[in-house]
């Protein structure tokens, strides 16, 4: 034994917890060095943290190795870093996500890489351990909430108890936790599930065994626990919260920013240099902000200089700063996105740009502009970028067969092609596509299966961007050249150079070329290993008396005769399919389309009739 510490509320409870300490450690021939000991103390040192009336601080004298730290240099210093850093990552909110750059140095890689993005990860880190933020010491009688939020980077929580000298909460623990490239292929669903889950087990030794809140921003969350039926990777969580006493309850996010900035890594912009420059030169020209550049040289603030530029700091993520006369025309280039309401078109804005007084300055920009004032809805339509198609093949759906589908191929100067009935394979693309569509629409739309065609937006971009063995690239990078960039942020790009085009366009040529190749190829071996199981088909000559397949069974058929017939070929047509006639009053079609593979002779034919 060590250090012990001895909490009381009074001072004749301390004594008498005391004297209990002393007399048992006399039993047992334990030995106190009293020049060592403190009695009867307000504020007292325990395990690297200041314990001062129910509150919690972290001691200097240990923040003190981490401040004077010097650079990182291989990934032993910065494994010992972290490690220093994270014995007080309770105190720091967002730990992970700020320290994710530095973490990532400690992968099984031989180069040891510290760019900016590390430096700046280090230096906030040593910032934000020099300041002193205070944690509340938990009270198992006082009301208890656990707020956690989730995004695909990190799963953020924060335990909270009211104050028992006002109705304020305050914060007793942080905690926040970078996701695993397995965890990042999850739902926005599973990932605020297991951002409760993750909370529940830090916070186990605190919550078990009281009532408690939890606050989450996902609707969906508080009424799906409550199922009976679950996937099993939810059912599963579901389990392990039954233990704990709690109730759920919902906020909208806008409510949330406090812990929602602790799963959201900041956001990295790139500004192309003409663009940086025509903000430096801004700042520079803005009085304010040029005296704001001028105080951060000397005093701690919540702005930053990065790269000759500055930022501020809300919710810790670093903004640039907008002088006024670029204002206007970063809210309109925002809006013109898609002339979007007033509340979108702010939070385009604000993700990445700082710009006071933001939502009345969007406002004024709004009536300005015609589109919105005409339309003040959103588009329905997307744009035709990719030109008439020339051929259209489908089923025989009756969507397909309605005089208004026929009307717009007509309109459309496109063929239309309606493949053989049962003869799945003359469409045979999109019905593959049809099954991975279907298979992954049930795993998107598990909150809400009813709500299925929300997510089909998502799921094209799902498969666009997704590898294809066959052209061994994805399906967008080999139309435009270039891998699909998922972010929805504001960017701010010039046209690009003679240069850059002509480089462009043959690194697109060589894409395609290659992506020729290998689809000529898995075609071959496809061809062949096709062949290895199937035989010449029979050929038929007109006026040739056949059996037909029944290839469709309702109710009270599947013990029909398996074949229809006798028919008679009317019509030869290409690879194999044939146009019959019925011949007697039997059953089956009069007239219909089919092939081969489906057909048999009439026995005791003639050639012809």
């Avoid at 909208?252 to 602790?262: E, I, P, Y």
Wanted: proline letters at 3%.
């Amino acid at each position: 034994m060590d250090d012990v510490v001895i909490p009381t509320a009074y001072e004749s409870q301390a004594l008498e917890y005391l004297k209990i300490v002393l007399e048992v450690a006399c039993d047992y021939g334990l030995e106190i060095n009293f020049l060592k000991s403190e009695f009867l103390h307000n504020t007292t040192e325990f395990l690297g943290h200041i314990i001062e009336n129910g509150r919690l601080f972290r001691s200097p004298s240990k923040t003190k190795a981490v401040i004077n730290y010097l650079d990182l240099k291989n990934t032993k210093d910065v494994r010992r870093f972290l490690g220093l850093t994270g014995y007080f990552r309770k105190f720091l909110p967002s730990y992970s996500t700020i320290a994710k750059p530095l973490s990532d140095l400690l992968h099984k890689d031989p180069l040891f890489q510290f760019y900016a993005e590390q430096q700046i990860a280090f230096q906030k880190l040593k910032y934000l351990l020099s300041q002193q933020p205070v944690l509340s010491i938990f009270n198992q009688n006082s009301p208890t909430e656990i707020h956690t939020d989730a995004s695909i980077d990190g799963l953020g929580a924060v335990l909270l108890q009211k104050s028992i000298h006002g109705n304020q909460f305050h914060p007793v623990f942080y905690i926040s936790k970078k996701t695993s490239d397995h965890e990042r292929k999850y739902t926005s669903f599973q990932l605020e599930v297991l951002a409760v889950v993750e909370a529940l087990k830090k916070f186990r030794i605190y919550v078990l065994g009281t009532s408690f809140k939890i606050i989450t921003d996902c609707d969906a969350l508080v009424k799906t626990l409550s199922k009976k039926e679950l996937n099993p990777r939810i059912a599963r969580w579901a389990l392990y919260v039954q233990e704990f006493n709690y109730t759920i309850e919902h906020r909208t996010g806008s409510k949330m920013a406090h812990v929602d900035a602790l799963s959201r890594y900041p956001h990295c912009m790139l500004i192309q240099n003409s663009v940086h420059l025509q903000f430096h030169k801004g700042q520079q020209a803005y009085d304010q902000i040029t005296a704001i550049k001028t105080l951060l040289e000397t005093t701690p603030h919540n702005y930053i200089v990065k790269n000759k530029l500055l930022y501020k700091t809300v919710n810790g993520t670093d903004l640039l700063v907008v002088p006024d006369e670029m204002q206007a025309n970063i809210i309109k280039t925002a809006h013109e996105r898609g002339h979007f309401a007033v509340l979108r078109t702010q939070d385009l804005v604000s993700k990445d740009f700082y710009i006071p007084r933001l939502k009345d300055k969007v406002e004024k920009c709004f009536q300005n502009c015609v589109t919105y004032i005409l339309t003040n809805r959103k588009r329905e339509n997307q744009r035709h970028v990719f030109g008439n198609h020339a051929r259209i093949i489908t089923d025989k759906g009756s969507a397909f067969t309605s005089s208004a589908f026929e009307y717009y191929c007509k309109k459309q100067n496109s063929l239309h092609i309606s493949i053989t009935t049962g003869l799945p394979r003359s469409d045979g693309q999109i019905e593959k596509q049809n099954s991975t569509i279907i298979a992954a629409l049930s795993k998107l739309s598990v909150e809400d299966p009813e709500k299925w065609y929300s997510q089909l937006p998502h799921l094209q971009e799902i498969l666009n961007s997704t590898f294809q063995r066959s052209i061994k690239m994805t399906p967008f990078e080999l139309l435009f050249g270039t891998k699909m960039k998922f972010c929805k942020d504001i960017e701010i790009v010039e046209l690009l150079n003679d240069e850059i085009t002509t480089q462009f366009q043959e690194k697109r040529d060589a894409l395609r070329q290659d992506a020729r190749k290998q689809i000529y190829k898995v075609q071959d071996e496809n061809h062949r290993t096709y062949n290895l199981r199937r035989r010449q088909a029979h050929k038929y000559q007109l006026y040739d008396l056949v059996a037909i397949k029944r290839t469709q069974f309702g109710p009270g058929l599947k013990l029909k005769q398996k074949y229809l017939g006798p028919y008679k070929v009317t019509k030869v047509k290409h690879n194999d399919t044939y146009v019959v006639e019925k011949c007697d009053f039997v059953d089956g079609p009069s007239k219909t389309s089919t092939c081969a593979e489906f057909m048999k002779r009439w026995p005791n034919q003639t050639n012809s009739i």
